[in-house]
């Protein structure tokens, strides 16, 4: 296992140059979930790749987006089908519809996130940074595409807004 500033996880998680054979664009973003990588696509036929964590089955976002948004150390809130699901985990936010959990490292968007859009919509997937480390490269999320700290600040420099993201 490789150090990741302050977490251990697998060697292969880590930031690799790869090539790839997928037919798209640079500057594009594929995700392919079952494999917990995201691609940022570089050049024809070449991406960095990282290590992701991914929503539990019947959770995750499939399709294509576009990134709308991207926000520094961003505030969150559950969505109300998470709190439904979760009551216990949520209470807070259940009782307090107003509350937002401000941007800082306790929050599970970590230091960083872009924010998926479908037709112009909110899809309320992201991709973001994550408070829990130990977690890349599992499925155990409500839907969002979890990276580490460090990878999602990496990659929010280099994806503008209009980026398109395919998830497979």
């Excluded at 594929?30 to 290590?51: C, K, N, Q, S, V």
């Amino acid at each position: 296992m490789a150090q990741s500033g302050n977490s251990v996880i697998k060697p292969r998680y880590q930031p690799t140059k790869v090539q790839i054979k997928a037919p798209y664009a640079p500057g594009q973003l594929l995700i392919l979930p079952r494999a917990h990588f995201l691609y940022f696509i570089t050049a024809p036929g070449e991406a960095m790749r990282y290590g992701v964590g991914v929503g539990r089955a019947g959770l995750e976002f499939q399709g294509t987006a576009t990134i709308q948004a991207k926000r520094e150390w961003p505030d969150w809130r559950p969505t109300d089908e998470m709190i439904a699901r979760e009551p216990k985990t949520y209470a807070k936010f259940a009782e307090n519809e107003s509350y937002r959990q401000p941007g800082g490292p306790g929050n599970p968007l970590g230091a960083r996130a872009l924010y998926l859009f479908k037709n112009g919509r909110d899809t309320y997937f992201r991709i973001h940074g994550t408070n829990a480390p130990r977690t890349i490269g599992l499925s155990v999320s409500n839907g969002c595409i979890r990276m580490l700290n460090e990878h999602v600040k990496d990659l929010y420099k280099r994806v503008p807004i209009g980026t398109k993201v395919t998830v497979l």
